[in-house]
């Protein structure tokens, strides 16, 4: 997300100093923490009681996994409303326009079935007169609601909202709200509705130091906390706000010690999902040159985590989302293309995100000479049939959707498209490692203009692989996972 660029490099420098004193001095390794009491009690306490207990539900309901083999295949899109429909105010000008920005939505479903979809709307990003605004599908209805205002600052501008429903119905909206020049700027605030979305609490602010950001909903951990996933946006990796009473109080977790901001460097935007074993996994976005989407792990409810590691799936720099469905799987929704916001593509594993067996595009098509821009997607599933809901930022222009099955997600053959990390090249859609000479490969590869390549007559030459067009060995992709190919850098399908 932009920032201002001077003042970022100029904040980052110095904190990025001062953190490496902390290290350097520090005998105990806990993490550092910001100054002052992180237990927070911002805000009308009387409008943000909550039942830590949620209420008992129907048995059978809870025991509903909808396997993909009781399924008929399903894929539905649309839009919530058309584009440039929605009139913004810019406050330069005090008049009402239709061209307006649509950006950062994120959607939940209710027990019945509801589909809840939040996003920013205004002028432009970081416009002053952007606003939160909220629309429903109800069970049955052939339409979304007219998006109606759900939270506007009026001196500043809201974003990347992360809409949360708790166990009891109550309707929880994270956000960003920008009280500078820009995102580096912003603190984390909260709302919610105990009526349904009639009406909304007072604002409460969870975070109120600048750098950090929302953007993906919380997680109840095994323990029962809340897990806020955030994002440091000056230093650019993730940080976390806990609560164990349902945010009537929380504490920050910054994770500000050296050793976390190496091995977490360039990854924003965390979305998290629980693992067997009470395991918290999240996904980043990544800003660093292997342009992978980055997982790290917690097996102590998100205190302490490992490094992050790439997976098959790339990442051009922008947000994605995960889901863990009701039968086990996972699905994550992404962009795939190393350098590009199109495709919208989801992918599903059922190794908890480690390998994927199935991909398809949600979102592929494009008029020849269009630049398309299907991206910063949100993921959820319904508790009543079972279906994924996808909303994303349409072109800037108006929000889409998606309703999708995995059994139709389970017929995708579609190939991650990813980029090479240095130290090794792409040549026949596969990463082979670079080399100097045939002294730096492995095995019997020699080194053929900078890459490590085994020749071959047939397939028979390459032990298990097959042997490509141009006369070399290529692996053969593991019998149930995805294909994935690989692009020279700085170029895109």
């Not at 929380?250 to 190496?262: M, N, R």
């Not at 090249?425 to 900078?450: H, M, P, Q, T, V």
């Not at 053969?476 to 700085?490: K, M």
Request: hydrophobic share 35%.
């Amino acid at each position: 997300m932009p920032v201002d660029i001077w003042r970022r490099t100029i904040f980052t420098v110095g904190l990025c100093v001062f953190i490496w004193i902390l290290a350097a001095c520090s005998d105990d390794g806990e993490d550092a923490m910001p100054d002052g009491d992180t237990e927070n009690t911002d805000g009308d306490l009387d409008t943000m009681d909550a039942d830590p207990d949620p209420p008992d539900g129907d048995a059978e309901a809870e025991a509903q996994t909808f396997p993909p083999e009781d399924q008929t295949p399903l894929f539905e899109r649309g839009l919530i409303l058309p584009e440039n429909s929605l009139e913004c105010v810019p406050v330069t000008t005090g008049i009402a326009q239709t061209d307006c920005n649509h950006h950062g939505s994120t959607v939940a479903v209710a027990a019945d079935g509801t589909i809840w979809a939040v996003w920013y709307h205004g002028e432009f990003e970081k416009s002053l007169d952007s606003r939160l605004v909220v629309s429903k599908l109800s069970p049955g209805a052939e339409e979304w609601t007219w998006p109606e205002l759900l939270y506007d600052d009026p001196e500043h501008s809201e974003g990347n909202p992360a809409v949360w429903i708790h166990e009891n119905g109550t309707i929880y909206v994270f956000f960003s709200t920008i009280t500078g020049d820009g995102w580096d700027q912003a603190e984390v605030r909260m709302v919610k509705s105990e009526n349904g979305g009639g009406s909304w609490s007072e604002m409460v602010t969870l975070q109120p130091d600048w750098c950090w950001n929302a953007r993906h909903r919380p997680l109840r951990l095994e323990n029962g906390d809340l897990l806020l996933p955030c994002y440091q946006e000056c230093l650019a990796n993730p940080v976390f706000i806990r609560s164990s009473d349902d945010f009537r109080t929380w504490s920050l977790e910054a994770h500000e010690d050296g050793e976390f901001f190496i091995a977490h460097a360039s990854q924003i935007q965390p979305a998290l999902i629980l693992l067997d074993g009470g395991r918290v996994q999240a996904l980043t976005r990544d800003g660093s040159h292997s342009r992978r989407i980055k997982r790290m792990i917690s097996d102590d409810h998100g205190r302490t985590w490992t490094p992050s590691e790439e997976i098959g799936l790339p990442n051009a720099g922008t947000s994605v989302d995960q889901v863990r469905l009701l039968d086990g799987h996972v699905v994550v929704v992404f962009n795939n293309d190393p350098y590009s916001r199109f495709p919208l593509t989801v992918a599903l594993s059922r190794d908890g995100g480690e390998t994927f067996v199935a991909m398809r595009d949600l979102a592929a098509d494009c008029p020849e000479g269009e630049s398309c821009s299907y991206h910063y997607p949100s993921i959820a599933q319904s508790p009543v049939d079972g279906t994924l809901w996808v909303t994303y930022t349409h072109k800037r222009r108006t929000i889409g959707w998606m309703r999708f099955n995995e059994a139709w997600l389970l017929e995708g053959t579609e190939t991650a498209v990813i980029t090479c990390v240095p130290g090794k090249n792409c040549e026949d859609g596969r990463c082979f490692a670079s080399c100097a000479s045939d002294a730096g490969c492995e095995g019997d590869a020699l080194c053929k203009e900078g890459t490590c390549r085994r020749s071959c007559t047939s397939d028979g030459d390459c032990g298990g692989g097959s042997c490509a067009q141009s006369g070399y060995c290529v692996p053969d992709v593991p019998e149930g996972r995805v294909d994935v190919f690989c692009v020279p850098r700085e170029e895109s399908r």
